[in-house]
């Protein structure tokens, strides 16, 4: 399937338990297409992901499932290709991004603004909260200092943090709760408008209440842009995303709307591993 094609009718009509059919989805765009994707950690070490092939659709959230180990965070790692961060990692076959592979002639700066990552753990920079915004709009240096404002405001605003910080944004970014420093994190990601957004258990470090504002700010987002969510969370998973990937052992078992992954798995395992049966 190539990502030139980006118009996808998806015509599924599988049935739910009552008997409608509510898997169809039309004029489904693809961000992103992951083509036999293998990823070695290191030269001659086993392959971490092996042939995975996915599509990443565009206004969707997209979460990755599977047990420990499975490979979940180093996919999410392959698509803005942070692990070049280390020199022996390497990947094999192909990642499109709007149709141009991510591996060919790629300016890597350009590919890690338009596919932004929010981790784990809240990672703010030793700063202050302003300068946290504009950091990564400063490295562009092609804005003027009023688009910086303007964009600082408006991110600010979409991650529903603007409130509580608009009369503090010259204070230390780390004086903010978790929750905060999180949606921080989100803000200065979508600053520089990225096409698609990648999550690395982004509620992980996070009480229940900060996580519920997080859930909601993703389903939010994806009207602007792509998301792509690490989680281990099924409840999580089934909340938030429209197409859920469920890997094991490195594989893409399997991979379909969320719904249908949840409520009728293709597969055994996926079944066993969404009902708990194994972790
Ligand atoms: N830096 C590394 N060097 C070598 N091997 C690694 C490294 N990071 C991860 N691995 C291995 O790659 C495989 C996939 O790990 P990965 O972290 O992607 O899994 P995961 O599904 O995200 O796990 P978890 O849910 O526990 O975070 C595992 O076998 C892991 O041991």
């Not at 996580?211 to 409840?235: C, P």
Request: hydrophobic share 35%; proline share 4%.
């Amino acid at each position: 399937m190539s990502t030139a094609i980006n118009s996808i009718l998806h015509s599924t009509s599988d049935a739910d338990i009552n008997g409608q059919a509510f898997y169809e989805e039309e004029n489904l765009m693809q961000s992103m297409e992951i083509q036999n994707l293998n990823f070695f950690y290191a030269k001659g070490a086993a392959p971490a992901l092996k042939n995975v092939s996915m599509p990443i659709y565009k206004n969707r959230v997209t979460a990755l499932i599977g047990p420990s180990g499975c490979g979940k965070s180093t996919l999410l790692r392959t698509l803005n290709r942070i692990y070049n961060l280390y020199g022996q990692q390497y990947a094999e076959g192909d990642i499109q991004l709007e149709g141009q592979s991510i591996f060919a002639n790629t300016d890597i700066n350009e590919l890690r603004s338009k596919v932004g990552m929010v981790f784990q753990k809240p990672t703010p920079f030793p700063m202050t909260i302003y300068e946290n915004m504009t950091f990564g709009l400063k490295i562009q240096g092609k804005f003027s200092k009023e688009e910086i404002r303007e964009r600082v405001e408006s991110a600010l605003k979409r991650s529903h943090l603007w409130d509580e910080v608009k009369d503090k944004l010259n204070s230390d970014a780390n004086g903010l709760s978790g929750g905060q420093q999180q949606r921080l994190c989100i803000a200065r990601t979508i600053a520089l408008e990225p096409d698609v957004i990648l999550m690395d258990e982004p509620t992980s470090a996070l009480d229940p209440i900060a996580t519920s504002a997080i859930e909601m700010l993703i389903t939010e987002l994806r009207t602007k842009y792509t998301i792509v969510v690490v989680t281990h969370n099924m409840q999580q998973a089934m909340r938030i995303s429209d197409y859920t990937g469920f890997m094991y052992l490195g594989e893409l078992e399997e991979f379909g709307k969320t719904r249908q992954i949840f409520n009728d798995p293709g597969k055994e395992r996926t079944r066993n591993y969404i009902s708990g049966d194994f972790s």
